[in-house]
């Protein structure tokens, strides 16, 4: 307990009961803390994730059903992880999307949604079926996000960088669902991050977290439909910016209902501390949006059909989206988002160059198991797939474009010319070592 601030530690002595304390506090005594995953059910089935995982699984985390404690973490070079079969979160922060109740088909908002662990489970229950905004304002997050939102394989996505003050008069009574995992103070935090969280600690921190909490939730208030949920949630402990920042939304907004609220304590749980309330707005409406023009040209749309006949067999509709000579698939009803800084709609599925289709890595990771005809299927084991992995060409008897899998999962694309495949992997992404 040394190492926490001395502040904190008064501040959690008049938080908790006295018979907790000791309990509390001895947390932070152990030298690791709990790791998790969630198994992306978009790619794999949970049952077919846990026998295939080359993980060590240590059991199912009770609040989401597609989450497990692993006894693992440095995951960068494993397959199944560049295949985006699954993604690593603390246990206790899978607790939050469930909460939603997203169901196939809705409109959802992850407000504050960087690295993507929300988004990834906001998309498994949406099943790729709905619009799923996903927001960051800051940059260089929302580029994380934005990679983590293609390796998972997410079709339904609108990846936004904008700060909500900006979309909330864009989004007015628009979403059925909205997640607002807020900027906090970190508390919750500190055996897992402990040296940055300290550092970053303060009662004025804690106080400017409240104050910028508050702003966010008055903002995703205006974007929520009505009859809508609304999920509200930190990583910290503190009062102002937990159970403080819940009676404060609720009486500048009597539209809204709690309907539930649960604070996970680390000495209670497996997992680290995580604050959760779910709110309902029970008047308003459900405003549509202008929807998003498609189409793309003849000679695109000609050199794309030749590309799926030779890889997937058939040809694919999808609603094609064409700008600077690449082509996305938008996700069904989408809307038009001019005026907003989107970094990507839908997935991207390749660029026309010199006459020529070239498909986008995002395209592959984007595909189900087995639904590329030509495909150069690896074992976990080969050592063919590391070769891939880290950039190089491998031996394949196979010609033309082609997905290159782990166990049927693509991680990526190969062209097949007289016996080896011609590696396609983006460099930024290649393995090294």
Request: some cysteine; proline content about 4%.
């Given at each position: 307990?040394?190492?926490?601030?001395?502040?904190?530690?008064e501040?959690m002595?008049?938080?908790?009961?006295?018979?907790?304390?000791?309990?509390?506090?001895?947390?932070y005594?152990?030298?690791?803390?709990?790791?998790?995953?969630?198994?992306?059910?978009?790619?794999?089935?949970?049952?077919?994730?846990?026998?295939?995982?080359?993980?060590?699984?240590?059991?199912?985390?009770?609040?989401a059903?597609?989450?497990?404690y692993?006894?693992?973490?440095?995951v960068?070079?494993?397959?199944?992880?560049?295949?985006?079969l699954?993604?690593?979160?603390?246990?206790?922060?899978?607790?939050?999307?469930?909460k939603?109740?997203?169901?196939?088909?809705?409109?959802?908002?992850?407000?504050?949604a960087?690295p993507?662990g929300?988004?990834?489970?906001l998309a498994?229950?949406?099943?790729g079926e709905?619009?799923?905004?996903?927001?960051?304002p800051?940059?260089?997050r929302?580029?994380?996000l934005?990679?983590?939102?293609?390796?998972?394989?997410?079709?339904n996505?609108?990846?936004?960088?904008?700060?909500?003050?900006?979309?909330s008069?864009?989004?007015?009574?628009?979403?059925?669902?909205?997640?607002?995992?807020?900027?906090?103070s970190?508390?919750?935090?500190?055996?897992?991050?402990?040296?940055?969280?300290?550092?970053e600690?303060s009662?004025d921190?804690?106080?400017?977290?409240?104050?910028?909490?508050?702003?966010?939730?008055?903002?995703?208030?205006?974007?929520?439909?009505?009859?809508?949920?609304?999920?509200?949630?930190?990583?910290?402990?503190?009062?102002e910016?937990d159970?403080e920042?819940?009676?404060?939304f609720?009486k500048?907004?009597?539209?809204?209902?709690l309907?539930?609220?649960?604070?996970l304590?680390?000495?209670k749980?497996?997992?680290?501390?995580?604050?959760?309330?779910?709110?309902?707005?029970?008047?308003?409406?459900?405003?549509?949006?202008?929807?998003?023009?498609?189409?793309?040209?003849?000679?695109?749309?000609?050199?794309?059909?030749e590309?799926?006949?030779?890889?997937?067999?058939?040809?694919k509709?999808y609603?094609l989206?064409?700008?600077g000579?690449a082509?996305?698939a938008l996700?069904?009803?989408c809307f038009?988002?001019?005026?907003?800084?989107?970094l990507?709609?839908?997935?991207?599925?390749?660029?026309?160059?010199?006459?020529?289709?070239?498909?986008?890595?995002?395209?592959?990771l984007?595909?189900?198991?087995?639904?590329a005809?030509?495909?150069?299927?690896?074992?976990?084991?080969?050592?063919?797939?590391?070769?891939?992995?880290?950039?190089?060409?491998?031996e394949?008897?196979?010609?033309g474009?082609?997905?290159v899998?782990?166990?049927?999962?693509?991680?990526?694309?190969g062209?097949?010319?007289?016996?080896?495949?011609?590696?396609?992997?983006?460099?930024?992404?290649?393995?090294?070592?």
């Amino acid at each position: 307990m040394y190492f926490l601030p001395e502040k904190f530690v008064e501040r959690m002595k008049n938080i908790l009961p006295e018979s907790e304390r000791e309990d509390f506090f001895a947390v932070y005594e152990k030298e690791q803390s709990e790791k998790g995953l969630l198994i992306n059910t978009l790619k794999i089935s949970v049952e077919e994730f846990e026998r295939i995982a080359p993980l060590a699984l240590c059991g199912a985390v009770p609040w989401a059903e597609n989450a497990r404690y692993v006894n693992h973490e440095k995951v960068g070079k494993e397959p199944y992880h560049f295949a985006g079969l699954y993604y690593m979160q603390e246990p206790s922060a899978s607790c939050v999307a469930p909460k939603a109740q997203v169901k196939k088909g809705e409109r959802v908002l992850d407000l504050c949604a960087a690295p993507g662990g929300k988004t990834a489970a906001l998309a498994a229950a949406t099943n790729g079926e709905g619009i799923l905004v996903s927001n960051e304002p800051v940059p260089s997050r929302a580029q994380i996000l934005l990679s983590n939102a293609e390796r998972l394989g997410v079709k339904n996505a609108v990846v936004v960088n904008e700060y909500p003050e900006k979309i909330s008069g864009f989004f007015t009574e628009y979403f059925d669902k909205i997640v607002v995992d807020a900027p906090c103070s970190g508390e919750g935090m500190f055996r897992k991050n402990a040296e940055e969280a300290r550092r970053e600690w303060s009662d004025d921190n804690v106080r400017a977290c409240a104050a910028r909490q508050s702003r966010i939730l008055n903002e995703a208030a205006k974007m929520l439909s009505g009859g809508g949920k609304l999920v509200y949630s930190t990583c910290t402990f503190s009062r102002e910016e937990d159970e403080e920042q819940t009676r404060n939304f609720l009486k500048a907004h009597e539209e809204f209902r709690l309907l539930s609220e649960e604070k996970l304590l680390p000495h209670k749980i497996r997992g680290e501390g995580h604050y959760c309330a779910t709110f309902e707005k029970t008047r308003g409406g459900r405003r549509d949006l202008p929807l998003k023009k498609s189409g793309a040209s003849y000679s695109a749309q000609r050199l794309f059909d030749e590309f799926c006949l030779s890889v997937f067999g058939e040809t694919k509709e999808y609603s094609l989206y064409e700008k600077g000579g690449a082509l996305y698939a938008l996700p069904a009803g989408c809307f038009d988002w001019n005026g907003l800084k989107v970094l990507r709609c839908g997935v991207k599925i390749g660029e026309i160059i010199k006459n020529r289709f070239e498909p986008a890595h995002a395209y592959a990771l984007s595909l189900k198991r087995g639904e590329a005809k030509n495909a150069l299927n690896l074992g976990y084991e080969d050592p063919r797939l590391q070769k891939y992995l880290c950039g190089e060409s491998v031996e394949g008897n196979i010609s033309g474009w082609c997905t290159v899998c782990v166990n049927g999962y693509p991680v990526g694309w190969g062209k097949g010319v007289g016996g080896v495949v011609k590696n396609h992997l983006p460099h930024g992404l290649r393995l090294h070592g």
